[in-house]
């Protein structure tokens, strides 16, 4: 109640560490332990407004004194907390007190905030004695300042409620398996259960996962649907999708809001995120209500919305769609909102006890995702070149830390290797580091250099999964040339997860209902087995809506693209290219495994076929040179595009119609054969008992399968498909294609 009719000032996101949750208990408990013996602690109060009930429990209560303790922990200097943080404690006491005051008959009341510094271990008591009549005075005031708000919400849950139970498909008829997948969401959401479906491009599967759920949303009392997905691309089709059930069902009320990255939303990227720097944190909590209302009003939030609103009431964009995370029905955002280590979402869900149902969008992203959230790495070299600039009072430990780090690694002969464990030294030497810069900030929030406060996020990074470190990550050294002033030769420490599925269990957990959905998510065990899906899970193969006469797949299985076979390999392709191009011109997509052997066929190609056109992917290609390399795939344009399996071109690009008529897939898209991946297998076959399978079979069809998805994409196109490689005659590879395909 406070947070949301109590918050004033401006915003301020300054830098300041502040205690965990074990040091704040720690505190609290240091607080009362100092107390007379009869001073009483978690007292639950209880009081009534009109219609609304509030609950709470005070942290103490001295009889004696007649005093009312609301106890907050912090770290630093107490005159740096941001006094809209103040303005919010205040609140809380007051309201305690006269929780207290009317249950106990008193006539007064002593309220007051102690200031607990868990570094100094020093209390700060600041107290004001209050009457119960301006204590309940002001406990009116700000029921009726939630009262207003809770009408509205109540007013829109009802409504928004009411309309899905009717909610209307926007279409006259579900597309060919739309339907299947639509029901199957819906059963899912019903059971409160989780399903991975297997649905093929064209079949409208994001339409298909997010009407069922909005019908489903009144019966099983969801409070929000997560849209979550790997792409910007992803989101459009999310947002176009919540378009199309609004335009078809004028009357819903529904919120939806679009999440996107602080860096791309924020107005004023040169300026510090508090009052004293940047215009649009300067009274944020007094304009936010206003923007707030206006923005919700609007249903749907994406992020031009979310700026044009922000802009007329001079608040910040991004921190304004944080607020609404909690008022929205449907949220759209990136994988890691939910998912990752200090996700907002899953945060919100659990302290909230939100009800929400999960969609996850192109599922098979989902485990380098995860692997990527839950690793962390440290660089020897940028360490020691922050060491030599670190401020005096961090020094000591950081040179234990270094002593630590040299100790590790001196024996360590080869560039590579996998340690069975996180040596005890080093990571003692690091929650030494955390610990004092955590202090060392905490006094100083403000100017401090970007070289310590990047190590320090690193290495608090690292702490948290060195202290969860188990057989689903492996703890590796890589020993790399860089000879400095600071060091002879560089090493990496790295916690490189391995099977993301321990810490993304919880997450479904959390969850009412989730369902996965991709093109490509078979074998269904291994995405199961890889993201912590509970046991039996459910997988569905929704029936194509393509039939096997729009695309002729034929096996190349007499040509090897092995490494060592790759240079008798080029002419074959050459030729199949030029034929196939001759006889049917249009465009065509070649996927090969390397930029080596990309630069090798294109050459040749150009050498003998100077005729057709052509044109390349380069290693290092921006935004912009990306998007023109696609919107040069047009209706009327012909030619091959030379492009690596796996990067940008493999998945995610629509190109319906004429834009591709064809695709050559000259390997099967295992991933590269190195000590890391080697370690990977060994640690899978451990596990599961599949480690050649579950490394790089599985990791490789399914770049396969997303590429070949680019050249039908509607019921009315057209194309061709050649898999170039001995192995796609092998019945362990054939079996990972999609069911529909006539190979020939």
Not at 668 to 697: K, S
């Amino acid at each position: 109640m406070c947070d949301l009719v109590a918050r004033v000032g401006d915003l301020d996101q300054r830098f300041t560490p502040s205690p965990t949750a074990l040091e704040g208990m720690i505190g609290h408990n240091t607080v009362t332990s100092r107390r007379p013996p009869n001073y009483q602690t978690e007292i639950p109060l209880t009081g009534e407004y009109k219609n609304i009930f509030v609950r709470g429990r005070a942290d103490g209560y001295d009889p004696d004194s007649n005093q009312l303790e609301e106890i907050k922990t912090f770290k630093g200097l107490l005159e740096r907390m941001p006094e809209n943080h103040r303005h919010l404690h205040w609140a809380q006491a007051r309201i305690y007190a006269w929780l207290l005051a009317d249950e106990r008959n008193l006539e007064e009341i002593n309220a007051a905030l102690v200031y607990y510094n868990v570094s100094s271990k020093d209390e700060f008591p600041l107290s004001e004695l209050f009457s119960a009549p301006e204590l309940e005075a002001y406990f009116a005031e700000q029921c009726e300042k939630l009262q207003t708000w809770a009408d509205r919400e109540v007013a829109h849950r009802l409504a928004r409620d009411k309309q899905l139970a009717t909610l209307k498909f926007p279409h006259p008829e579900f597309r060919t398996g739309q339907r299947f997948l639509s029901e199957a969401v819906y059963k899912t959401a019903n059971r409160g259960k989780c399903l991975m479906a297997q649905a093929p491009t064209g079949i409208g599967k994001t339409l298909g996962t997010i009407f069922p759920l909005l019908k489903a949303m009144p019966r099983k009392k969801l409070d929000k649907i997560f849209f979550l997905t790997a792409k910007t691309s992803g989101r459009k089709l999310a947002l176009d999708a919540l378009e199309v059930l609004q335009e078809s069902n004028p009357d819903l009320k529904l919120r939806t809001l679009e999440l996107v990255a602080r860096e791309k939303a924020c107005e004023h990227p040169d300026f510090a995120c508090h009052g004293e720097s940047c215009p649009l944190a300067k009274g944020f909590y007094d304009r936010l209500p206003e923007a707030r209302i206006e923005a919700l009003d609007r249903g749907m939030m994406d992020k031009d919305t979310l700026r044009e609103v922000a802009r007329k009431h001079e608040i910040c964009p991004y921190y304004l769609g944080q607020d609404l995370v909690s008022w929205s029905d449907v949220i759209i955002g990136d994988y890691n909102y939910y998912f990752d280590l200090y996700a907002v979402l899953y945060a919100g869900t659990v302290i909230n006890e939100w009800r929400v149902s999960v969609l996850v969008d192109e599922a098979h992203n989902m485990i380098e995702r995860g692997r990527k959230m839950y690793s962390a790495e440290l660089d020897q070299f940028e360490f020691e070149h922050m060491r030599q600039s670190a401020p005096k009072a961090v020094q000591g430990t950081l040179n234990k830390l270094s002593q630590a780090w040299i100790q590790l690694v001196q024996d360590q002969e080869a560039p590579y290797e996998v340690y069975s464990v996180i040596e005890e030294e080093l990571h003692f030497a690091l929650q030494r580091v955390v610990t004092r810069i955590t202090d060392y900030l905490a006094d100083r929030p403000t100017n401090n250099d970007a070289g310590l406060l990047n190590f320090y996020f690193d290495a608090l990074q690292f702490v948290t999964l060195a202290d969860s470190f188990g057989p689903h990550s492996m703890f590796d050294i890589t020993r790399t040339e860089r000879r400095s002033n600071l060091l002879h030769e560089n090493t990496v420490l790295c916690i490189r997860n391995v099977v993301p599925a321990p810490f993304l269990k919880g997450r479904f957990e959390a969850a009412q209902s989730a369902t996965l959905f991709s093109a490509t998510l078979s074998p269904s065990h291994f995405y199961s087995d890889m993201l912590g899906l509970p046991d039996k899970t459910p997988f569905i193969d929704v029936p194509s809506p393509f039939s096997p006469e729009q695309l002729k797949v034929q096996a190349v299985d007499h040509i090897s693209t092995r490494f060592l076979r790759r240079k008798h390999s080029l002419m074959p392709i050459v030729q199949i290219m030029a034929k196939q191009y001759r006889e049917q011109p249009g465009n065509y997509l070649l996927f090969v495994s390397s930029f080596d052997y990309l630069d090798q066929v294109y050459t040749l190609f150009s050498e003998r076929c100077p005729e057709i056109p052509t044109r390349q992917q380069s290693r290092l290609m921006n935004e912009a040179e990306r998007q023109d390399f696609i919107n040069r795939f047009t209706p009327t344009s012909t030619g091959i595009a030379f492009a690596v399996l796996g990067g940008s071109f493999g998945e995610g690009i629509d190109l319906p119609g004429d834009r591709l008529v064809g695709a050559f897939i000259a390997t099967i898209g295992l991933p590269q054969i190195n000590e890391i991946n080697e370690q990977m297998r060994t640690r899978m076959e451990a596990i599961f008992g599949q480690g050649y399978q579950y490394t790089y079979l599985y990791p490789g069809m399914q770049k396969v399968v997303q590429a070949a998805g680019r050249v039908i994409r509607t019921t009315d196109d057209r194309g061709v498909i050649y898999l170039i490689d001995d192995r796609y005659g092998q019945t362990e590879v054939r079996e990972l294609l999609p069911a529909w395909w006539e190979i020939s």
